[in-house]
């Protein structure tokens, strides 16, 4: 008997949204079949909606939509929160009256959907990561170029562009914040978020990376970075991997007394060689939790003294930009610099991040300064030449 005849929970009547479970399949009885033959199970108009998008994100959910890899446990909650809810708002928000199954959306429903997003007065950052699921979901299904453009559906373009590069001077110097002082007192207070603030200000760690770093295991020497020769910067480097952005690990050299320093620190607060940042009689949410109310009892908000954590990592990243380039970045008002100089700070501000692509730099640096026509092009297609509009 085939896999098929001897599924019992082939669904043989139709089902309204209202009586749809989203319990994860049971892939107890998928054993040598592919994703074809495994939705081939739930035929549409038999099979309840929500079910198959279960079926789809366990079939998928990990997958990277564009490269071959698999995605964080993040983006995989985030993906799979948006997708039952964009089909859950279809019927209570959008007014369809029965759900589709997912392999039978439509343009109309993409369409209705966005409307309710511009309603809602959506981030434009936001919508392109809703667009961005949704291409997710047509890729599962064979239907690459099935979501459109955001100006097909009506978006202006302030709707729906992303602006990346620093506008403003996030860093806590720029709003007149001591910053060494204010550290020091957070370090008297609680040692475990002071020892973080360090971190993230000699390291241009993002705050999660800054709680999980464990400072006695993460030393390593530069022979096992598996970087070449000619880019050492030190004897030692720093293993940055828990708690990376999208698994992305870096090494970043100790190479200056503040960063020493600020590891010397950490290493001082911890207990044994395997200890993290965090309080070790709390899990990861409690110690970020800590770290949050920690940062609010010092004023250290958007609301109060103007900053965040954060900004702290913009601190570290412009004074990256300052120390390879010998000036100060764009979004400070520095001047024009030489192609060659500017893309070498902006590949070292990148990379201290823990971003691919260079022009990641201008939401830290702002973007590349006007330059006078006789200045040649970088021919660097990671930077964006393009004048500010």
């Known amino acids: 008997m085939s896999h098929l005849a001897a599924d019992s929970s082939l669904p043989h009547r139709p089902h309204s949204a209202g009586r749809a479970t989203h319990k994860a399949q049971n892939p107890r009885d998928w054993s040598g079949l592919n994703a074809p033959d495994i939705l081939a199970r739930y035929r549409p108009g038999h099979a309840a909606p929500m079910n198959v998008l279960e079926v789809l994100l366990k079939l998928f959910n990990e997958r990277h939509t564009a490269r071959m890899k698999t995605v964080s446990h993040k983006t995989r909650q985030e993906r799979a929160d948006f997708l039952r809810r964009f089909f859950r708002d279809l019927q209570r928000r959008a007014g369809f009256k029965t759900l589709p199954d997912p392999r039978n959306l439509g343009q109309k429903h993409i369409q209705a959907m966005v409307q309710i997003w511009r309603e809602d007065k959506l981030k434009p950052a936001t919508i392109q990561t809703y667009l961005s699921f949704l291409r997710g979901l047509a890729k599962w299904l064979g239907k690459n170029g099935f979501v459109r453009s955001p100006a097909h559906y009506g978006l202006e373009i302030d709707e729906y562009q992303r602006h990346e590069a620093a506008e403003r001077d996030k860093s806590w110097s720029a709003q007149g914040v001591d910053v060494e002082a204010l550290i020091d007192k957070v370090c008297v207070y609680d040692p475990y978020v002071g020892a973080s603030l360090r971190l993230i200000r000699a390291f241009g760690l993002r705050r999660k990376e800054s709680v999980m770093l464990r400072?006695?295991?993460?030393?390593?020497?530069?022979?096992?970075?598996?970087?070449?020769?000619?880019?050492?910067?030190?004897?030692?480097?720093?293993?940055?991997?828990?708690?990376?952005?999208?698994?992305?690990?870096?090494?970043?050299?100790?190479?200056?007394?503040?960063?020493?320093?600020?590891?010397?620190?950490?290493?001082?607060?911890?207990?044994?060689?395997?200890?993290?940042?965090?309080?070790?009689?709390?899990?990861?949410?409690?110690?970020?939790?800590?770290?949050?109310?920690?940062?609010?009892?010092?004023?250290?908000?958007?609301?109060?003294?103007?900053?965040?954590?954060?900004?702290?990592?913009?601190?570290?990243?412009?004074?990256?930009?300052?120390?390879?380039?010998?000036?100060?970045?764009?979004?400070?008002?520095?001047?024009?610099?030489?192609?060659?100089?500017?893309?070498?700070?902006?590949?070292?501000?990148?990379?201290?991040?823990?971003?691919?692509?260079?022009?990641?730099?201008?939401?830290?640096?702002?973007?590349?300064?006007?330059?006078?026509?006789?200045?040649?092009?970088?021919?660097?297609?990671?930077?964006?030449?393009?004048?500010?509009?």
């Open 215 to 389: 400072p006695n295991e993460c030393i390593v020497p530069f022979e096992s970075t598996g970087l070449a020769e000619s880019e050492k910067l030190a004897d030692r480097y720093v293993w940055i991997r828990q708690g990376a952005k999208n698994g992305r690990q870096r090494f970043v050299p100790l190479s200056t007394p503040q960063r020493v320093a600020a590891i010397e620190y950490a290493q001082s607060v911890v207990w044994g060689t395997e200890a993290h940042m965090g309080d070790p009689a709390n899990d990861l949410k409690r110690n970020l939790r800590r770290f949050d109310y920690v940062l609010d009892k010092f004023g250290i908000t958007a609301r109060e003294l103007g900053i965040t954590a954060h900004g702290l990592r913009h601190e570290a990243l412009i004074d990256e930009f300052v120390a390879c380039s010998g000036q100060q970045p764009p979004v400070r008002g520095g001047g024009i610099l030489a192609p060659e100089v500017e893309a070498a700070a902006r590949r070292a501000v990148a990379r201290l991040a823990g971003h691919e692509r260079q022009r990641a730099s201008n939401a830290y640096c702002g973007k590349l300064a006007r330059r006078a026509r006789s200045c040649p092009p970088t021919g660097d297609p990671d930077i964006d030449t393009s004048d500010e509009t």
